[in-house]
């Protein structure tokens, strides 16, 4: 079986200060992992994925993802927050063959964003 | 651009009812899959489905039951509504870039169930 754990389920952080959302996953295969960005009353977004390739994946909105395989990480950071980054983000892990378990998410990060 | 529609935003239910909602998308998606969303529970899969008539219990499948007639519609079903199934219902649809593998999901908008 797959899990995922996000560590933190608030982070405050000042507008233009840098932060960082942590996620850490639990697989015995190989793995897809994605970010998820959730605003007040709207479906889930996606914000970036890793299937293959570079470790070092980014998104349009400045925010970038490192997969750690040795770590079983693949934390989420951004330089400088915007007040319209105030969010709720989700980290998912699926296995690259497939399976039973699906796709699983975290239980989420509340990312607040202080002026 | 994926859409993935959810046929209520919001719903409410009298305990007992058999409760159907419903889900379409329109990217020929193989994949398809039912979350609850809680507050600090963050979303558990419910069921989801690889196929046309094929599905796979996720971590929460008692009281649920599903539906995939079409490759584009799944429907989750409440046998028999209790409270406690109060909550938001995510649908997503994904891709598979490998045999059986799952890529990015795409999700509806939701659904706020509430019973009474």
């Known amino acids: 079986a797959q899990s995922v754990t996000q560590l933190d389920s608030q982070v405050p952080v000042f507008e233009e200060a840098p932060v960082e959302l942590r996620c850490n996953y639990s697989?015995?295969?190989?793995?897809?992992l994605f970010w998820y960005v959730q605003y007040p009353n709207q479906g889930l977004q996606l914000l970036l994925k890793?299937?293959?390739?570079?470790?070092l994946v980014e998104s349009i909105n400045g925010f970038e993802a490192e997969f750690n395989k040795s770590q079983t990480s693949f934390h989420l950071r951004k330089p400088s927050v915007h007040i319209s980054d105030t969010a709720e983000y989700f980290c998912?892990?699926?296995?690259?063959?497939?399976?039973?378990?699906?796709?699983?998410f975290g239980k989420g990060t509340h990312l607040i964003i202080q002026p | 651009d994926v859409k993935v529609t959810q046929s209520s935003r919001y719903l409410v239910k009298r305990t007992g009812e058999k409760v159907f909602l419903e889900c379409v998308q329109d990217?020929?998606?193989?994949?398809m899959f039912w979350y609850r969303q809680d507050p600090g529970l963050g979303l558990r899969l419910i069921y989801f489905?690889?196929?046309?008539?094929?599905?796979e219990k996720g971590d929460i499948p008692e009281g649920y039951s599903v539906s995939r007639e079409k490759k584009e519609r799944f429907s989750l079903i409440l046998e028999s509504a209790s409270t406690n199934q109060t909550s938001m219902y995510l649908c997503?649809?994904?891709?598979?870039?490998?045999?059986?593998?799952?890529?990015?999901?795409?999700f509806g908008q939701g659904t706020r169930l509430t019973v009474v």
């Open positions: 489905s690889y196929d046309v008539k094929m599905k």
């Open positions: 697989s015995s295969v190989s793995v897809y």
């Open positions: 890793y299937l293959s390739g570079s470790t």
């Open positions: 997503a649809s994904s891709f598979s870039p490998g045999q059986g593998s799952f890529a990015e999901a795409f």
């Open positions: 990217m020929d998606h193989e994949n």
């Open positions: 998912a892990v699926s296995a690259t063959g497939g399976g039973a378990d699906g796709l699983t």
